[in-house]
């Protein structure tokens, strides 16, 4: 059994996941718009009318609509040798990326080491170096003294007093890992992509550039 799960940033357009192997089923669900879209799809959908998977459109739905051929999620097969690589987030074809750990990725001379928890209350501190904001924002996990949280607000690079929001207060100390926002991203240029699944639905799930998660796994 293999299960892989990431976020991304949506392109508004239909998009390629490299895996490293073709999934049984995949989920995938919306995270910064009120409405919340989810979609599913398995081997096992196999009328016509959902043969892509199925979906809601937003979280108070009780139906969920059919996704019919060129609809929703299907299998990719990879293969595909990529032509030009952008920003981190934003291309079609994406995979896992494989260098995670943004500490050393700033503006500055000097990498990211040490948190200082600012206000305990609203969860607010700093870094004490400017981070890369092309890689490091909202969703970016942060590992301090062994104990992880995600970024939830980033003030300009996040150097100077409170410019960083966690989900949790974690106290001041080391910071052991620092990740992208986005699990997934664009693969160098020259890359040959991986196989996997895509997800053409820009109706719902691809609508806008928004925070997603997925998960893909085999049943076997």
């Known amino acids: ?14 998009m390629y996941f490299g895996l490293g192997f073709i999934p049984d089923f995949v989920k995938c669900w919306g995270l910064t718009t009120d409405v919340s879209p989810m979609g599913v799809w398995s081997i096992n959908s196999r009328s016509l009318q ?7 459109s937003t979280m108070t739905d009780v139906d969920m609509l059919d996704l019919a051929i ?4 299907a299998i990719y097969r990879g293969g595909t040798k990529t032509t030009a690589s952008s920003t981190p987030s934003s291309t079609t074809y994406v995979q896992d990326m494989a260098d995670k750990d943004k500490r050393d ?3 500055s001379a000097t990498a990211i080491s040490a948190w200082t928890l600012g206000n305990p ?3 607010t501190g700093r ?8 890689y490091v924002g909202v969703g970016s996990r942060i590992c301090v003294d062994g104990k992880w949280a995600t970024v939830t607000a980033l003030s300009n690079e996040g150097a100077d007093a409170n ?19 986005y699990d997934f991203v664009a693969p160098a240029a020259g890359t040959v992509t991986k196989e996997g699944f895509i997800l053409s639905d820009t109706t719902y799930l691809l609508d806008a550039t928004d925070y997603m998660y997925f998960e893909a796994g085999t049943y076997r």
């Open 1 to 14: 059994m293999q299960l892989v799960s990431g976020s991304f940033k949506a392109q508004n357009a239909a």
């Open 50 to 56: 959902a043969i892509e998977g199925e979906m809601r």
């Open 70 to 73: 060129g609809e929703g999620f």
């Open 105 to 107: 990725a700033n503006t």
């Open 121 to 123: 209350t609203n969860k």
């Open 127 to 134: 870094w004490h170096n400017d981070c890369n904001t092309t």
């Open 163 to 181: 410019e960083v929001t966690l989900n949790e207060a974690l106290k001041s100390g080391e910071i052991q890992f620092l990740s992208n926002m």
